[in-house]
């Protein structure tokens, strides 16, 4: 995929490998809010996480384990928050499959709120119409 950010790593300026297995990468660009997090993408054009093969979701289950042994060592974080986002009404950005490993720390404002917070926030209750 020609513009695909994931597929071409230098359309984004900064992103650094860190980690890498046979069919997975671990990358970071620098945060300026959650530091230490980042992307595990598959090294082939997946668009989302339904597409990844059995071999691929293996690979990425072991490089998630070396990521969190890096990032344990490297920032000491309390918590993490680890997701994937499908399709742009699910949050995804970037049409290539990622998933985000994101460090959380005991002295962040949000603290404490990881995704069930935001699966009960009333704020975005949808507007259902019965018929």
């Given at each position: 995929m020609k513009d695909c950010p994931l597929c071409r790593l230098e359309l984004i300026k900064q992103q650094q490998l860190v980690i890498r297995n046979e069919?997975?990468?671990?990358?970071?660009?620098?945060?300026?809010?959650?530091t230490g997090s980042g992307l595990i993408v598959p090294i082939q054009h997946r668009e989302t996480?339904?597409?990844?093969?059995?071999?691929?979701?293996?690979?990425?289950f072991s490089l998630l384990h070396e990521v969190k042994a890096y990032l344990d060592e490297k920032h000491q974080p309390q918590g993490y928050n680890i997701g994937w986002n499908c399709h742009p009404v699910g949050g995804q950005h970037i049409m290539h499959a990622h998933l985000h490993v994101?460090?959380?720390f005991r002295d962040e404002p949000y603290a404490g709120k990881g995704i069930r917070h935001w699966?009960?926030?009333?704020?975005?209750?949808?507007?259902?119409?019965t018929t």
């Open positions: 069919h997975c990468i671990f990358l970071q660009t620098p945060q300026e809010v959650l996480v339904f597409d990844l093969t059995e071999t691929e979701w293996s690979s990425t994101i460090p959380r699966l009960k926030s009333m704020a975005n209750k949808r507007d259902i119409q």
